[in-house]
């Protein structure tokens, strides 16, 4: 009992707390107690805390001012361990567990002694809105200097350094209808859908559904409306076809019915999820919805009036001081004073009475309010002031007084003698802003009502609001407003629903005076000189910052918004949004609808990037490829390389003998002895990642003459090409061998990044330009696996493994056989990406660690030397052999790479990229062309990227002329060996260039041509 | 995301298992070498990107692997039709497109091409459609 006597604003009874169990909370490193069905903010409240946060800006103190997901300043980090560190939680949407650690996320070092105080109290005239653009603007050099330290001081929370403990979901829903809110709206609209038969998805915010039911002081069928609400969840509970899913935020609504939404599974019960029946369950939940018809019930958000001070905790929304006292049993203070513009928030003052503490007044706008409430209120007894606003409020660190005169509404002055009632707690309502952020997401500009002094939203097609979304207030009218939504909803997806008005539950009437539009309340002082009226509180931004915006120019709502940061942050302008407009609107003199409106984007909250991620992190963020052989790469030792999603083998480091015992070979010095291996011996490569495309079709000749820059015709079946691929453009693009099988029959090969797009790029063609070529093209990269055996010995190693004769008549250069290797069926290519006699061996893929295998058993003989991706690009290098994407970037002709043998200008039909070919810019003198660098300094090893200049002495900025494509160090040249483009290269061959390094250097080195060993090309052919 | 109705596979998917592939109906001039260098520059570079209802062709990547066309309205992004290669659109705003597109023709800033296309070159390079 000693426990919860500290919380000093909990009522003895009444709510839906359960004060028979106790929690302990910590905030801001102090300990509290409160109890479930608390809120963080309810339990804040409870124990009299009234400082939560510093602003933004102006570092002042800021206390909890609303009771749901509009909540802009009680933005506080939650978390008791490192790894559980959560930024950006709104203390009134954190259900209170035991042993929750919270904390401000704003001042530093923290909230109670906060630095920025100091600039906020004296300095604020110093930060108009733009301060940021106008004073931080020189030297450019020094904002990121400046960005830290106003980092530092902006509260926006902190990511956790350490792994999330956690596990998170995506689930993919499909419904026939989805209700977005189970307030009275979108309960009465998913009964009535779901007893026509649809099947139903329910998605609320809060901890409990019921939405405005849970504190409304009206009665339904002459009950508590908790009455109804308990009847009617339960019977959606027991629908077969109604899924309810509550803690659940729809933040984002995307395109064709497409919702996201955010279930918050486990926030409510710890710092971590705990396990359930021994299992991890997950924290939260993205539900990824499709449904047929939406039914937005989102309700509305209350708006506060801008007056003076209005920050000071203590400043607090009527309806939020309603929601605190009849559902968390907790008064936010001792003495209160309403000010208002309607009757709705006369329910503040009446539930603060019946709480037992005291109403200074009731202060109200209109001059003859009239209303039922109005009359319930001055029958209590309370003093109701008309005709007036609350000015000013006046207190530092918590409300002290309110100031109240009367006032001209319209002529913006202030009318009458201010008098000051003391007070700890005003309470503010200037009406209702329904909540139309989903509706905004598809795109549909909300349009402004004077009915209901508010935008409403327009919708898409198959998306109704109902209720309080589009500004239906009164409970009977809102209850038959969710059946006809359902109704609706229902037939437009082929149920029939029978309505019955007899379902919907008696509502007492009530008769409710008409509301006036209050936004802003004048001072006695011009607003520029008047104490600071906050219109959004997240982002400190004033009446005073939206009138110097105007006069200096912003009048376009979107401009103002981002020159003053309105509606910025994770509040997204919930309350404040209508209020600058209005603002806006009387500076400019003219309408809200004239000044416009702003329109939300996704997420209506923030969304942990937990649930965003799901379960795509760590191994299973993206697919990895593995050819057969990855065990024995990884027996081997291999170091490996990500290529597009595969793993292939980068180098093969061996043990050698060093001082003291053994080391792994470096990366050089293993390149080097595959190098030499194949150079010299025999090497193998797993080359089963490249691109494999089996083309068949009485047309298949033809097509590969079309997409091809090369010939195709005359290519006999047993014969192999090589091919170049340009798009229309002109420019390269893929390039490869391909093989005929027989007459109509071909094998494509890829490069291994390019297997998908140019799979794509062939049905492209054949699919838009000449579906009359009877062709068919289908992938085949992971039924074949392809191992390249290389090197002068690579003939005799092979010569007992194979059936098919390998003599070098028999078996040419650019031919391919069909037979065995090592007892499984294989077919051989002669094709060489080394310049050495090669072999590419094909076999079915799950054949393949059997050949593999089989090759190595012979190989010893041979000293049979694995190599990896990075020996191969040496030696491919060393020949001058490009790789698309590396040696060229999308902006080279085949022309550019010395390649015009690869270049059929004569063929018949006008093939893929010829046009472009004869384009005056692919003609030009000076194009960069592909040349080999050698450099003088024989043990430089220039930098790929490098730039490359004529003149190594000319002034500063140099015209460069191209740049370093590949380059390596070649163990067969014993010097460092480069391929460039360099324009108008290849008539400067014996020419020097120069390559200016960043530390200073300048390295020389002269043009020649891009084959550096064997360039006659007669190793391949023995 | 989009919801699309494959017309091959006659079933609504999911956006995840398309890509899009720019302006449907630009079909590749039949006899290239005829064409002006500007003309070719237009078929290879040069799209509409109205404001409203547009043509666009899209590729069942993950599903049948077969190229179509789509209208789809670019302020609501409300897909009115799927057809198939070698269909022509039941909806369109063609006429309107090309009133826009002749009144936009201007030369480019020491240039050789136009932005957007002239009646003749549309004439020449959109043709029939195959």
């Given amino acids: 009992m000693s426990q919860t006597a500290s919380q000093s604003n909990r009522l003895a009874q009444g709510g839906q707390v359960d004060r028979t169990q106790t929690l302990t909370f910590t905030f801001n490193g102090r300990s509290y107690t409160g109890h479930p069905g608390d809120t963080l903010a309810s339990a804040l409240l409870a124990n009299g805390v009234d400082l939560v946060n510093r602003s933004f800006k102006y570092s002042r103190p800021r206390g909890i001012v609303a009771a749901g997901a509009e909540e802009p300043n009680a933005v506080v980090q939650l978390g008791a361990t490192e790894a559980t560190q959560v930024p950006n939680v709104r203390a009134t949407q954190q259900a209170l567990y035991d042993g929750l650690v919270a904390c401000s996320t704003n001042g530093w070092p923290d909230a109670q002694r906060d630095i920025m105080r100091w600039v906020g109290k004296l300095g604020s005239p110093f930060m108009p809105p733009g301060f940021y653009y106008k004073t931080f603007m020189a030297p450019a050099s020094m904002w990121m200097t400046y960005e830290k330290y106003i980092r530092k001081t902006a509260g926006l929370g902190r990511s956790p350094t350490q792994p999330d403990p956690d596990i998170y979901d995506h689930m993919h829903r499909h419904c026939d209808l989805l209700v977005v809110g189970a307030g009275p709206a979108g309960l009465s609209a998913a009964l009535t859908a779901a007893r026509a038969g649809a099947r139903v998805l329910l998605a609320d915010e809060q901890e409990t559904m019921g939405g405005s039911l849970l504190d409304t002081r009206e009665t339904l069928d002459d009950q508590p409306a908790a009455q109804w609400l308990k009847t009617t969840l339960a019977a959606l509970a027991e629908l077969d076809n109604v899924t309810l899913l509550p803690r659940t935020t729809a933040h984002g609504y995307h395109d064709h019915h497409f919702v996201t939404l955010h279930e918050r599974r486990t926030e409510h019960l ?76 006369y329910r503040a003052a009446l539930d603060w009475q019946e709480a037992g503490r005291e109403v200074a007044a009731i202060v109200d706008a209109r001059s003859a309010p009239q209303g039922d409430l109005v009359a319930q209120a001055k029958a209590a007894g309370i003093r109701v002031i008309t005709g007036s606003a609350v000015l000013e409020a006046k207190g530092t660190q918590r409300v002290s007084a309110a100031r109240v005169a009367a006032i001209d509404v319209d002529a913006f002055t202030v009318t009458g003698k201010v008098e000051t009632l003391e007070c700890d707690t005003i309470a503010s309502s200037g009406g209702y802003s329904p909540v139309i952020h989903l509706a905004s997401h598809t795109g549909a500009r909300p349009v402004w009502s004077d009915d209901i002094i508010g935008f409403v939203p327009s919708t898409v097609a198959g998306v109704t609001a109902s209720g309080g979304a589009r500004g239906v207030y009164p409970l009977g009218e809102v209850l038959a407003d969710g059946v006809e939504a359902g109704t609706n909803a229902a037939t437009a997806l082929g149920f029939s629903a029978a309505v019955n008005d007899a379902d919907l539950p008696r509502v007492a009437s009530r008769h409710e005076g008409s509301a006036c539009a209050l936004f802003q309340i004048p001072h006695e002082k011009a607003t520029l000189r008047a104490p600071k009226q906050f219109v ?80 795509h992190c760590r191994e299973l963020f993206d697919p990895e490829r593995y050819t057969p052989m990855q065990s024995w790469h990884v027996a081997r030792g291999a170091e490996f390389e990500d290529v597009g999603q595969w793993k292939r083998p980068w180098y093969y480091p061996q043990k050698r003998r060093a001082e003291g015992g053994e080391r792994l070979e470096t990366m050089h010095e293993a390149v080097a002895r595959e190098c030499r291996a194949v150079r010299e011996g025999v090497g193998i490569l797993d080359a089963s990642t490249l691109g494999k495309i089996d083309i068949q079709g009485p047309d298949a000749r033809e097509f590969l003459g079309r997409i091809y820059t090369n010939k195709w015709q005359k ?17 390269v693009m893929d390039d490869g061998t391909t093989s005929c099988l027989a007459e109509n029959h071909f094998l494509m090969t890829t490069t291994t990044g390019n297997a998908a797009p140019v799979l794509e790029w062939l049905e492209l063609w054949h699919q838009t330009e000449w579906p009359e070529l009877e062709v068919y093209f289908n992938s085949v990269t992971d039924h074949w696996a392809t191992m390249t055996v290389t090197g002068p010995e690579a003939r005799k190693l092979l010569t007992d493994l194979t059936d098919i004769d390998l003599d070098r008549e028999a078996f040419k250069f650019m031919d391919w056989r069909e037979g065995h290797v090592a007892g499984v069926p294989a077919r051989v290519f002669r094709i060489s990406f080394t310049g050495e006699l090669a072999f590419e061996i094909n076999v079915q893929a799950h054949y393949a660690m059997h050949v593999w295998e089989a090759l190595f058993a012979r190989g010893e ?100 002329v191209g740049h370093v494509t590949s380059s390596y160090y070649s163990p067969t040249l014993e010097s460092g060996f480069a391929l460039a483009v360099v324009k108008g290269g290849h008539q400067r061959m014996g020419e020097s260039v120069y390559l200016p390094m960043v530390d200073g250097r300048v390295h020389e080195a002269e043009i020649v041509g891009t084959q550096f060993v064997d360039p006659k090309g007669e190793r391949q052919h023995v | 995301m989009f919801h699309i109705y494959c017309p091959y596979c006659e079933e609504l998917r999911e956006e995840e298992e398309f890509h899009p592939k720019g302006e449907a109906h630009i079909a590749r001039p039949e006899e290239p070498e005829a064409c002006s260098d500007e003309e070719w520059g237009d078929y290879l570079f040069f799209r509409d990107n109205p404001r409203g209802i547009h043509h666009e062709m899209w590729l069942h990547a993950v599903g049948c692997r077969k190229f179509f066309n789509i209208t789809r309205n670019t302020v609501s992004y ?36 136009t932005v957007g296309a002239s009646d003749a070159a549309l004439a020449s390079v959109k043709g029939a459609q195959a």
């Avoid at chain 1, 939260?284 to 708006?303: C, D, I, K, P, Y």
């Avoid at chain 1, 509180?537 to 981002?562: C, M, W, Y």
């Avoid at chain 1, 006999?716 to 453009?729: E, F, I, K, N, S």
């Avoid at chain 1, 450099?935 to 190594?952: H, M, N, R, T």
């Fill in chain 2, 78 to 113: 409300e897909i009115l039709e799927t057809y198939k290669m070698g269909e022509q659109p039941t909806v369109g705003a063609e006429h309107l497109a090309r009133e826009e597109k002749t009144a936009s023709v201007q030369a480019a800033e020491g240039g050789q091409q």
């Fill in chain 1, 861 to 960: 003989a041979f000293d049979l030397t694995p190599y990896g991706t990075e020996t191969m690009h040496v030696l491919r290098a060393e020949k001058g052999f490009i790789i698309v994407g590396q040696d060229t970037d999308g902006s080279v002709t085949p022309e550019d790479l010395g390649m015009h043998w690869a270049i059929g200008y004569d063929k018949p039909f006008p093939w893929v990229g010829k046009r472009a070919l004869t384009r005056s810019d692919t003609r030009r003198e000076g194009r960069k062309q592909l040349v080999g660098l050698k450099p003088k300094d024989a043990s430089v090893v220039l930098e790929e990227g490098a730039q490359i200049v004529f003149e190594p002495n000319h002034a500063i900025p140099m015209p460069m």
């Fill in chain 1, 536 to 615: 959004d509180l997240q982002n400190d931004v004033t009446a005073a910052a939206i009138e110097v915006a105007t006069l200096e120019g912003f009048e376009s709502i979107e401009h103002v918004k981002r020159y003053t940061a309105m509606g910025f942050g994770t509040d997204q302008g919930k309350l404040g949004n209508i209020n600058g407009m209005a603002v806006a609107a009387r500076c400019l003199g003219q309408s809200i609808p004239e000044t416009g409106t702003t329109v939300f984007r996704p997420n209506y909250t923030p969304v942990t990037f937990g649930a965003v991620v799901g379960r």
């Fill in chain 1, 270 to 345: 710890g710092d971590s999820a705990p396990s359930q029946a021994g299992h991890r369950q997950s924290r939260s939940r993205l539900h990824r919805v499709r449904a047929g018809q939406v039914v937005l019930a989102t309700g509305a958000h209350e708006r506060p009036l801008v007056y003076a001070n209005n920050d000071v905790p203590g400043n607090l929304l009527a309806g939020a001081v309603s929601t605190y006292i009849r559902r968390y049993g907790v008064v936010p203070g001792q003495k209160l004073v309403l000010s208002t513009s309607n009757d709705h928030a």
């Fill in chain 1, 715 to 731: 290519l006999a079946p047993g014969r192999v090409r090589y091919g170049l691929m340009c798009g229309d453009d002109g420019m």
